[in-house]
């Protein structure tokens, strides 16, 4: 691991927001100090991959799971961001029933 002078990734504090043309709930500035050797990985990760470091730290924070991971507890991340876009109703599966019975007719 090099030794060199400490370094830490800083944003200035703001008072208002900043607000991206996406659509995308306002920004908030924040200061926060990360390991050297952290930085440098993230700034080369973000130069061969066109992101910044910024984009990077929100990318890993929205992928922490939700309060309530209980509920997604084993499904793939894919499937856990689908779950979170399309929360179905729950349904007891009656009006299905009651086609597959006018369909098939019911059973005795």
Known sequence: MKKGPKRSH???RSTGSVRANTGSP??????????PDAIDRGEQFGKRHDTS???LVSRFLRALPAEDASITAGLTPAVQRLYAVVKA????????HEHLRAKYG???
């Open 10 to 12: 800083t944003a200035k």
């Open 26 to 35: 306002p920004k908030r500035a924040t200061n926060l100090s990360l390991d």
């Open 53 to 55: 470091l910024s984009q």
């Open 89 to 96: 109703p729950a349904t007891t599966g009656k009006p299905y």
């Open 106 to 108: 019911a059973r005795s």
